[in-house]
C-alpha cells in the first residue's frame, strides 16, 4: 500500500543554503503609521512638563509615608512571633506523624503467604523495633518455624523436588501455583497440552502480587511478568530467579473452549543455613516472639516445610508479622526535637531583630519606585516586513484580497486593470510556502517529482497562496465558532468527572521512545540542529498551530499530517501543552544511534528501528489517502470488516496472499514475486500498477475485497508501509516477514498470538510451511487472525489522537525552553488547509473531521523499568526462534 517511488541515495544532495524568505502581509493600518508617529512627537513636550510635576507631588510626599511604615513594623513583629509558635506546632506534629508513620506504617504488621519449601529472611532496624511477633492466621498446620540469628546466615543451602499437577483451565480463566524462592533458585517446567484441539495457552512467572494482577488485566500481552510464553502441545520452560521474592507460576487459556494441561515444576531452591539460630520457635502454637538486640545486626527467618502428602500437593500457609516499638528510640527522638525546635526559636527571634533595623531603610528606598512603568507607545516600528512595494500598495492589496474572499468575487475579476499590484500578488506568491507544496523543494535525501501546478493559471494561483496562507486563519481565530474560556473549562470539568480507560498496552513505548531525553532533555540547541533532517517543524502555543516548511514531502502527507495535528486540537481543546517539534514525512529513519548517541536528535517521523533514535508518529493514511483512494481510518476499518465477514474460515481459500508495488527498492518484495505459485509455495503474488488503478477508478484495489484468503502476507516497502493496518484488518492469518521497522502500533504484535512469524531465510519455503501449518490447525490459525483484527478493531481513532495526546504531552515535559513559534513559521487551521486542498483532497479531509471529545484520553499507566522492553523484545525473539525450529523440524521430517 506504498506510494510508488525509485529507490533512492539517502544523501543524494545538499539542502540549499539560501533559505527562501516568507513576508509577512501587513496590516491594513500601516498605511497612516507615519503620520501617527509626528503627531506623537508633537506630544511628547507637553507630557514631559506633566511627568515632571508628578514627581515633585510624590517626592513631598514621602515623609508621610515614612511614619506609616512604623505602625506596619510593629504588626511585622507580632506576626513573626506567632510564626514562630506556628513553626513550633508544626514541628512537634510533624514528629508525632512521623513517628506514628514509623511504626504502623513502615514497621507496621504485614500478613505473608508461605509457600512449600519457604526459607524467608526478615531484617529490621533494632534501633526502632525491639521484637518481631509471628503468628499464623487460618487452621492449624504443623511445619512452620520461626529461627532468631545474631547475624544475616549464609544462602547456601540446596535443595530440589518437584511437583505434577493436572489442571483443567476453562475459557477466559487461568490457574496459579505460589513459591517463594531466593535469588539464585532455578525453576524448570515442562508441559504438555491434552486437549483435542491443543489450543494454545498463556504461561507466566510473576514476581510478586502486582505482576500478577497486571497480567490478569491483559493476558494477551507481555508485560512486566518475569517470564511470559505462549505455549502449544508441549515443551519446556526454564528460569532463573534473579531476586527473593514471591513467585506466581500461572496458565491463562484465553481460547473459546476448555484446556486441559499437565505441568511438571522442578524446583533447585537455595535456602538460608539456620544451623547457627539463638533461638528457635515452632508456629504449632500459632504464635512466636523473639526478642531483638539492641545496637547489634539482627535476622529473623520464617522457614516452611515441603509438601508432606500427595493430597494437599499445594498447601499454604498465612501467617502475620507484627513488629514492638522500641519506645526509648522515639523518647530519646522527642528531647532532640524539642532541642532543635528551641534553637529554631532563638534563631527567628535573631533573625527577628534584624528585619527590624533594616525593615524602614528597605521601604524608603524603594519608596520612589513608580508602582506603574511607564507604557511603551513608540509605534514608530509598526510597519511592514516587506520593503518592495510603498504602504499604499500593501493595503490595496490586502483589501483586495479580502473583499473577494469576504464578498465571493472571483479573483481574477479585474486583474489587468492595474498589472503593478499584480506584480506585487506574483512577487509574493513567488515567496510563499505552503502545505500543499507550493515553493517547496523535494527533500533532498529521498528526491520525488514536485508538484505539477500547470491546471492553474499564474495570477488564480498567487491570488489563492496568499489568501489562504495569510487570510483564513485570522478570520477563524476571531470567529464566533471558537470555544470561548467558559466553555473549555466546562469541557474539561466534563472529562475530569469520568473515570479515563487504560490506555492499551503499546502506548508504553512512549516512554521507550523518549528516554534517550529523559536525563538530558530538550533544548532548543537539539530543535536547531535537527532541523537539517526535517521537512518541516510544528509549533503549537496557546492551542494554535503554527509550522514552518523546509522541504516538500510525497503526495499529501504533509497536508493529512497537519490536518491531524489540528484535529487533535479539536478533539482536546485547551489540553494540549504547548511543544516545539521537528518532523520528517519520508520513509526511513535518519538519527542512528550510532552517529548521534552522544547527542540525539528528536525527530518525529512514521516509523523507527531498534538502531535509530528517531520517534515514531500516526501515518498520514489515518485521516486519508485519496492518492490510492484508501478512506480515512475508522471508515476503511468498517469497510474491511465487512468485507472479512462474507466467507467464513471454511470457505476462505487456503492460500496466502500479497498484492502490492514491488518496485520500492525492497529486496524482500522482490523475492516474493519469486513465490507466485499457488500449488508449489501456496501463494498468490499480485504486482500492484496504481497509475492503471487510478485509471480504472480503483475498483480491482478495494481493500474491502481482499479478505477471501485465510492468509495475508506483509512485506516491508522502501522502509515500514502503511499495508500492516490493512492486512490485519482482514482476520486472515497476517504473516509478517520479519520486519526491521516499526510504527507506533506495531509494537502491539505478538508472534504466534496475534501474527505468524515468516523468515526471510528460503521465503518461499517459510510461506509455505506457515500455510500447512495453518490448514493443520484451522482452530488455532484462525483464533490468531481474529486477535489481529481485534487489535486493530481497539485501534479506531479515538486511540490515535490519545497515542498523539499522551506522546506529545510527555514530549513536551522534557522541553527545557519556552516554545515560540519563529519568524519563517505560519499559521495553519482547518481553513487554511481546506482552502489549498485539491476537489479529492478536501473531500477526505472533512470525512475526517474530528469533533471535540466527550470522554477523557485514556490513563497511561506508569512509567516501567528500563529493562522491560528489553525483556519483551527478547520473549518476542523466542517465540519467532521457537517457529523456526518448528519449520526446521518439518523440512528435517520431510527429508526422512
Not at 513583629?77 to 514509623?102: G, K, N, P, Y
Not at 504488621?109 to 487460618?138: A, H, W, Y
Not at 483435542?196 to 507466566?204: D, G, H, Y
Not at 522534557?814 to 505560519?826: G, R, T
Request: aromatic fraction near 12%.
Amino acid at each position: 500500500m506504498e506510494h510508488s517511488t525509485p529507490e533512492h541515495s539517502q544523501h543524494a544532495t545538499e539542502p540549499s543554503s539560501s533559505p527562501s524568505i516568507v513576508p509577512s502581509l501587513p496590516s491594513s493600518s500601516s498605511s497612516s503609521s507615519s503620520s501617527r508617529v509626528l503627531d506623537e512627537e508633537e506630544n511628547n513636550g507637553q507630557r514631559n512638563d506633566e511627568n515632571l510635576h508628578q514627581e515633585q507631588q510624590q517626592q513631598q510626599s514621602s515623609a508621610v509615608s515614612f511614619h506609616r511604615n512604623i505602625s506596619i513594623s510593629d504588626v511585622t513583629r507580632t506576626e513573626m512571633r506567632e510564626d514562630v509558635w506556628s513553626c513550633f506546632v508544626v514541628l512537634i506534629t510533624f514528629w508525632f506523624f512521623a513517628s506514628m508513620t514509623t511504626i504502623l506504617g513502615y514497621y507496621g504488621s504485614v500478613t505473608l503467604q508461605m509457600g512449600p519449601n519457604c526459607s524467608r529472611l526478615i531484617q529490621t532496624n533494632t534501633l526502632f523495633v525491639q521484637s518481631i511477633k509471628v503468628e499464623e492466621l487460618d487452621e492449624q498446620k504443623p511445619g512452620l518455624m520461626l529461627y532468631g540469628l545474631y547475624r544475616k546466615p549464609p544462602l547456601d543451602v540446596k535443595i530440589s523436588w518437584t511437583e505434577t499437577h493436572d489442571a483443567f483451565v476453562p475459557p477466559n480463566f487461568h490457574k496459579k501455583w505460589l513459591f517463594f524462592l531466593n535469588k539464585g533458585s532455578k525453576v524448570n517446567i515442562s508441559y504438555s497440552i491434552r486437549s483435542a484441539t491443543s489450543s494454545p495457552l498463556s504461561l507466566v512467572i510473576a514476581r510478586g502480587a502486582e505482576s500478577l494482577v497486571e497480567w490478569l488485566e491483559d493476558p494477551s500481552y507481555p508485560n512486566l511478568t518475569l517470564s511470559w510464553s505462549i505455549i502449544y502441545e508441549s515443551g519446556k520452560i526454564q528460569q532463573e530467579i534473579p531476586k527473593s521474592s514471591t513467585y506466581y507460576i500461572a496458565v491463562g487459556n484465553l481460547n473459546s473452549e476448555d484446556v486441559e494441561i499437565q505441568l511438571n515444576f522442578s524446583v533447585n531452591a537455595l535456602i538460608y543455613d539456620t544451623t547457627q539460630a539463638y533461638d528457635r520457635c515452632s508456629l504449632v502454637d500459632q504464635v512466636c516472639t523473639l526478642k531483638l538486640y539492641p545496637l547489634r545486626e539482627n535476622a529473623v527467618v520464617l522457614s516452611s516445610p515441603g509438601h508432606t502428602n500427595e493430597e494437599t500437593p499445594n498447601s499454604n500457609w498465612y501467617v502475620k508479622v507484627s513488629y514492638g516499638p522500641r519506645w526509648i528510640t522515639y523518647l530519646v527522638g522527642s528531647g532532640v526535637m524539642t532541642i532543635f525546635i528551641l534553637l529554631a526559636f532563638r534563631f527567628c527571634k535573631m533573625f527577628q531583630s534584624r528585619v527590624e533595623t533594616g525593615f524602614h531603610a528597605g521601604e524608603m528606598a524603594s519608596e520612589r519606585a513608580p508602582l506603574i512603568p511607564e507604557k511603551d507607545d513608540d509605534i514608530s516600528s509598526w510597519g511592514s516586513s516587506y520593503d518592495s512595494a510603498s504602504h499604499d500598495e500593501e493595503a490595496n492589496l490586502e483589501e483586495w484580497l479580502v473583499k473577494p474572499s469576504l464578498e465571493g468575487n472571483s479573483s481574477n475579476e479585474g486583474e489587468s486593470n492595474n498589472p503593478r499590484r499584480l506584480c506585487v500578488v506574483d512577487h509574493f506568491a513567488s515567496q510563499i510556502k505552503t502545505v500543499a507544496g507550493h515553493n517547496l523543494e523535494p527533500t533532498p535525501w529521498h528526491p520525488f517529482p514536485p508538484k505539477d501546478d500547470s491546471e492553474e493559471t499564474g495570477q488564480s494561483r498567487a491570488y489563492k497562496i496568499i489568501q489562504c496562507s495569510y487570510l483564513s486563519c485570522p478570520y477563524t481565530s476571531n470567529d464566533d465558532t471558537q470555544p470561548s474560556e467558559d466553555q473549555l473549562e466546562e469541557h474539561r470539568r466534563l472529562l475530569s468527572s469520568q473515570a479515563p480507560e487504560n490506555c492499551p498496552r503499546f502506548f508504553k513505548y512512549i516512554y521507550r521512545d523518549l528516554e534517550p531525553w529523559a536525563k538530558s532533555r530538550i533544548s532548543i540547541d537539539h530543535i536547531q540542529q535537527t532541523k537539517e533532517k526535517a521537512a518541516f517543524r510544528v509549533v503549537i502555543v496557546n492551542g494554535r498551530l503554527y509550522v514552518d516548511l523546509y522541504y516538500a514531502c510525497v503526495q499529501s502527507r504533509l497536508m493529512f499530517t497537519v490536518w491531524g495535528l489540528l484535529q487533535l486540537l479539536k478533539r482536546y481543546p485547551g489540553m494540549i501543552p504547548d511543544v516545539d517539534l521537528m518532523f520528517d514525512c519520508m520513509d526511513k529513519p535518519a538519527i542512528n544511534k550510532t552517529e548521534h548517541g552522544s547527542f540525539p536528535l528528536p525527530l518525529f517521523r512514521y516509523c523507527t528501528t531498534e538502531a535509530h533514535f528517531d520517534i515514531p508518529f500516526p501515518d498520514w493514511s489515518f485521516w486519508g489517502w485519496p492518492e490510492t483512494n484508501i478512506d480515512p481510518w475508522d471508515e476503511q476499518f468498517r469497510d474491511i470488516k465487512k468485507g472479512s465477514q462474507a466467507q467464513n474460515w471454511a470457505n476462505k481459500w487456503p492460500r496466502a496472499f500479497w498484492k502490492g508495488n514491488p518496485d520500492v527498492g525492497a529486496p524482500i518484495r522482490q523475492e516474493l514475486m519469486q513465490c507466485n505459485d499457488t500449488n508449489l509455495w501456496h501463494a498468490e503474488i499480485i504486482r500492484q500498477n496504481w497509475l492503471e488503478e487510478a485509471k480504472d477508478g480503483f475498483e480491482q484495489s478495494k481493500l474491502s475485497n481482499q479478505c477471501k484468503h485465510r492468509y495475508k502476507i506483509y512485506a516491508e516497502g522502501y522502509a515500514w508501509s502503511v499495508s500492516l493496518k490493512y492486512i490485519l484488518s482482514c482476520g486472515s492469518l497476517a504473516l509478517i516477514i520479519s520486519p526491521e521497522y516499526e510504527d507506533f502500533f506495531s509494537r502491539g504484535l505478538i508472534p504466534k498470538y496475534n501474527y505468524w512469524p515468516v523468515s526471510t531465510i528460503d521465503l518461499c519455503r517459510s510461506i509455505k510451511f506457515a500455510v500447512d501449518w495453518g490448514n493443520t490447525h484451522s482452530a488455532e490459525a484462525e483464533a490468531i487472525g481474529k486477535r489481529g483484527q481485534q487489535l486493530m478493531e481497539s485501534l479506531n481513532m479515538d486511540r490515535v489522537y490519545d497515542y498523539m495526546f499522551h506522546l506529545i504531552t510527555e514530549y513536551s515535559k522534557l522541553q527545557d525552553f519556552k516554545p515560540v513559534p519563529p519568524s519563517s513559521a505560519q499559521e495553519v487551521c482547518e481553513e487554511s488547509i481546506l482552502c489549498l486542498a485539491e476537489p479529492k483532497q478536501m473531500e477526505f479531509l472533512k470525512r475526517a473531521t474530528a469533533v471535540r471529545s466527550s470522554t477523557p484520553p485514556c490513563s497511561l499507566t506508569r512509567r516501567p523499568n528500563s529493562n522491560v522492553f528489553d525483556a519483551w523484545n527478547e520473549r518476542k525473539q523466542k517465540t519467532i526462534e521457537f517457529v523456526k525450529n518448528m519449520e526446521m523440524q518439518s523440512e528435517d521430517r520431510q527429508m526422512r
